[in-house]
């Protein structure tokens, strides 16, 4: 893989160049010391993945990844010597599309292989993504049995990735504080910022938002965050909770997962929401959900920061609309009034 690094500290330089020098098939094809540099550097030689500071003089991360990802998009991995600190910008970042976030490695210690793992783990994931050009496999049978428990409020299903933490409080913010819908969010997402994440949601929501929990119910009125690298899923009587199956996914937590769930054994309608992200997870999801008669939406090429799971979504058919992020909300609230029941098949715009 070609790997960009910008960093304007040489030891961070120094650290990120013995970590990538452990695996042979990775190749570092130029530095920057700053945003201004690596917007112009990745407009002369693109690579495939950017490990970029948040932190630097000129132009900072954030503003970088917004440039890059407007002008020459790449995937783009956040490197920062202190998360907790700047989760504003990490989330910043991640609206822009930026893909993950992961500490930046030191040069102590004396195992290297230890303190490179996290940061070669994550290049290991990402590079799947990016080399991910067939449909992931998901077990599309559907259980016979429903929860007995009825369910009557309507479930807003969304899912999201790179891009998503902007496209989501936009459609957050949309949606009044008497909405009837639940609403659960599956946003890949490191599970250390789940949190984090739910409390910056809910600042620009009238809704709260908070972290899913084992055995909590959807609830109308709630926006439920997935908070865990494990899949989010409902199970019997429309409880949630958490599973590490499929293991092989290179998706964590999978949208795909908590769509077929809902698809099985929500008794309520559901309407399923696909938002920017790489790749293509959520889009045979988001295919069962339509194909069971339930209202399907994908956020529009125009509106994404990164046209992936949208795009595989639209692909397949899944979705009945395709609507710019700032027209979601006020479709969700029309899509309430007009829900179908399950199994039923009603594509009305």
Known sequence: MKIAIVNDLPLAVEALRRVLALRPEHRVI???ENGAQAVQRCAEQRPDLVLMDLLMPVVDGVEATRRIMAETPCAILLVTSNMGANTARVFDAMGHGALDVVDTPTLAGTDPHAGAAPLLA???IIGKLIGDSAPARVDAARSAARSR?????????????????????????GLPADFP???VIVQHVDEQFAAGMAQWLGQHSTLPV?????????????VLLAATNDHLRLVAGGCLAYTPIPREYVYRPSVDVFFHSACALWRGGVVG?????????????LKAL?????????QDQASCAVYGMPRAAVALDAAVDVLPIDAIAPRLRAAL???PEPGGHDDRP
């Open 273 to 285: 929401v696909l938002l920017t992200g790489m790749g293509r997870d959520g889009a045979l999801g």
């Open 122 to 124: 994550k290049i290991e």
């Open 30 to 32: 130029w530095v920057a």
């Open 210 to 222: 908070r972290v899913a929990a084992e055995g909590d119910r959807p609830a109308a009125g709630v």
């Open 181 to 183: 819908g639940a609403v």
């Open 337 to 339: 009034s007009m829900q």
């Open 290 to 298: 339509r194909d069971q008669g339930h209202h399907t939406i994908a």
């Open 149 to 173: 428990k009825s369910c009557p409020q309507p479930l807003i299903a969304i899912g999201a990735s790179a891009g998503g933490p902007a496209a989501l409080a936009t459609l957050l913010h």
